[in-house]
């Protein structure tokens, strides 16, 4: 099956700095790939996607680059801001609806 | 809409109990999944329906689970009997379609201790 590696799995930056989470995949038939934002306690929430026919999708402050070759993708955030800590998740799906996600990273923006 | 609905929030339980916890998709959704959160395992898949039927239970980690899906609009997931290793997050999500890029919608999760 398809097999999500995430790093870094913690990440500290300071307000304004950007952030960076990259993830690999194992499975190249995977054609969507999902960010998921998860605030303490809270439930994940969807903030961006990027589908296998696309290099590059930006909504304001975060964008995620999808390079299929190499078989991974990356979240940017730029100007963070203290609201941007939390749990971010990436995860891969092969043509159906069923995701693999990776382990998380938590991210801490210091005022 | 109100969303993917869960209940209960919390459950707190002794070994050997029987455990159900409860999801009410998003209306016209046909797809719900069971994922189990924990910190070391992080978010696994255990269960997947669509149109009712379960299509995808390899995430089910032994015969203490089973989940259900008697009507369009209300899942369960039960454990029997309950171990403290089942303690974690348990959350229902629900997507409109089938394919990948239907958006899967989470509910608020069911926090579980089992003593």
């Known amino acids: 099956g398809e097999n999500v590696e995430q790093h870094p799995s913690t990440l500290s930056v300071q307000e304004g700095d950007s952030a960076v989470i990259k993830c690999t995949y194992s499975?190249?038939?995977?054609?969507?790939f999902p960010w998921y934002k998860q605030e303490l306690g809270k439930r994940p929430q969807l903030i961006i996607d990027?589908?296998?026919?696309?290099g590059e999708k930006k909504d304001q402050r975060i964008a995620v680059t999808l390079n299929k070759t190499a078989k991974h993708f990356s979240l940017h955030i730029t100007e963070t801001q203290p609201e941007d800590s939390a749990v971010y998740f990436c995860?891969?799906?092969?043509?159906?609806?069923?995701?693999?996600f990776g382990k998380g990273t938590m991210l801490l923006v210091s005022p | 809409d109100a969303g993917v609905i869960q209940s209960p929030r919390h459950e707190v339980t002794e070994m050997g109990q029987e455990v159900t916890l409860r999801c009410k998709p998003i209306?016209?959704?046909?797809?719900l999944f069971w994922y189990r959160q924990t910190m070391m395992r992080g978010l696994e898949l255990l269960i997947y329906?669509?149109?009712?039927?379960?299509?995808?239970d390899s995430g089910m980690p032994e015969d203490r689970f089973s989940a259900k899906m008697p009507n369009a609009s209300f899942s369960t997931l039960k454990i029997q009997p309950s171990e403290p290793r089942d303690s974690a997050v348990y959350f229902c999500?629900?997507?409109?379609?089938?394919?990948?890029?239907?958006?899967?919608?989470f509910g608020a999760g069911t926090r579980l201790s089992v003593l």
């Open positions: 999500a629900s997507s409109h379609g089938d394919r990948a890029g239907d958006i899967q919608y």
């Open positions: 499975d190249s038939a995977s054609n969507y």
């Open positions: 990027i589908r296998s026919n696309v």
């Open positions: 995860a891969a799906s092969i043509g159906y609806s069923t995701l693999t």
């Open positions: 209306s016209g959704h046909n797809s």
């Open positions: 329906f669509n149109n009712n039927v379960p299509i995808d």
